[in-house]
């Protein structure tokens, strides 16, 4: 098809650290609940028995220090810092060693959430779009290629509000590891390249407002920041 009825919409992407080219995001999926004590502070259980997932759209991607306004239809506009796979191979139903020969890069994101809109929508067993998948919800950091990263564990993952820290935690902390999250999601979904994975949030999330300047950061793999505004 050469013609479209409207403007064909942006290709979102992200940076790689000594690429001159982007890595087109194609989907994005996240884990929920993947470190023990972030799932304590939500006051659920960790489901030891497989991850689960939600995603956001591709086009809620925005890059790290950017300016966001407050988002709409909520009054609890929370972060949550988080590391990033990037898919760089088809895989479909693999073990676990093909699953961490799949990861391309690791990255900084911020995994932004309308928490009182998650929160409603888990109490009545409705899906968590309006909470998790809305505009400039994704925001990335530049994509470290895995080979320039030591093995997955002792990198320290931590976020600051305006400077104070508030989530500091350990990649060790993640319940279900790099290769465990790529073997496990490609039993449902021919991953591939551009596809993203946001591998869940540490503990010590909370809320942020106009104003607030969020800031990041993962041993090895970068910093992201992110800085919120008034609401339109
Ligand atoms: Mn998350």
């Known amino acids: 098809m050469s013609e479209y009825l409207f403007t064909v919409p942006e290709v979102y992407s992200i940076p790689v650290e000594g690429e001159s080219a982007a890595y087109p995001v194609h989907r994005i999926f996240c884990v929920g609940r993947n470190y023990a004590a972030h799932a304590a502070e939500m006051g659920v259980e960790v489901d030891r ?3 689960f997932y939600f995603s956001k759209t ?3 991607t925005l890059p790290t220090g950017s300016t966001v306004p407050y988002p709409p ?8 810092m988080e590391l990033v796979i990037a898919i760089g191979k088809p895989v479909f139903k693999v073990d ?6 799949a990861i391309y890069a690791y990255g900084c994101g911020l995994d932004m959430t309308r928490r009182d809109l998650q929160l409603v929508a888990r109490e009545k067993g409705r899906p968590w779009d309006l909470g998790k998948d809305f505009e400039q919800s994704g925001v990335f950091a530049p994509l470290v290629k895995a080979d ?6 002792p990198q320290r993952i931590h976020l600051e509000v305006n400077g104070e820290t508030k989530q500091d935690a350990h990649l060790a902390d993640l319940i279900w590891k790099v290769d465990e999250i790529v073997s496990d999601l490609s039993k449902f979904y021919h991953l591939a390249p551009g596809d993203v994975i946001m ?5 010590g999330v909370g809320p942020v407002t106009a104003g607030d300047t969020i800031t990041g950061g993962i041993d090895e793999v970068g910093t992201i920041s992110l800085t919120i505004a008034e609401a339109e």
């Open 148 to 153: 320039k990263v030591s093995a997955i564990g």
């Open 96 to 101: 676990l060693e093909a699953g961490m020969d």
């Open 199 to 203: 591998t869940g949030t540490p503990a």
């Open 49 to 51: 028995e497989a991850p």
């Open 73 to 80: 239809g909520t009054v609890n506009y929370h972060y949550e």
């Open 58 to 60: 591709p086009s809620a």
